[in-house]
């Protein structure tokens, strides 16, 4: 949750390719459907590894789905939109945030075999908000203004709220 020094430092990068990382993006996947999110980053579920997955539509309705182990956003272009986003590490709270409509993450998969996801509209977003999870980054602290004092008194308040 919001206050969890894990969410505030950026994650080292995955060197062990064995059966525990497999069990890792098992376990993300998990808990990425049973919060009934559209991605989660390792970081969100207290480890700090820079893996994250996603099952994410696009704007079109076209499905998205799968892993990225020690990812790059390389890529973070277009149109900037300010629309809706929310997170699995604060519940029940959202806010518009700006992204770009258009982004690639490059990485490897679990089996390190070479990566790359190019995304556009709310998938775009997926993949700058998994990314910023892995640099320590949340959502709120890509807000401003009223608009950022309002997420985080809202965060204070929330009964999950850890009181950092």
Not at 55 to 60: H, T, V
Not at 90 to 107: K, Q
Request: with cysteine; charged share 25%.
């Amino acid at each position: 949750m919001l206050g969890d020094p894990v969410l505030h430092t950026p994650c080292e990068p995955v060197t062990d390719f064995g059966p525990a990382l497999a069990e890792l993006i098992e376990d993300l996947f998990a808990t990425m459907y049973a919060a009934r999110g559209v991605g989660l980053a390792a970081n969100q579920i207290g480890v700090p590894l820079r893996v994250f997955v996603y099952d994410c539509p696009d704007d079109e309705d076209v499905r998205h789905l799968g892993h990225l182990v020690n990812p790059r956003l390389t890529e973070a272009d277009g149109i900037v939109l300010r629309g809706p986003e929310g997170c699995l590490s604060l519940p029940g709270l959202e806010a518009g945030t700006e992204r770009y409509d258009h982004a690639v993450a490059e990485g490897v998969t679990r089996d390190g075999a070479p990566a790359r996801i190019e995304g556009s509209g709310f998938f775009a977003r997926c993949l700058q908000h998994e990314s910023d999870h892995l640099e320590g980054l949340v959502y709120p602290d890509r807000l401003s203004g009223r608009r950022r004092a309002r997420t985080l008194r809202a965060a204070r308040k929330a009964p999950w709220a850890t009181g950092s």
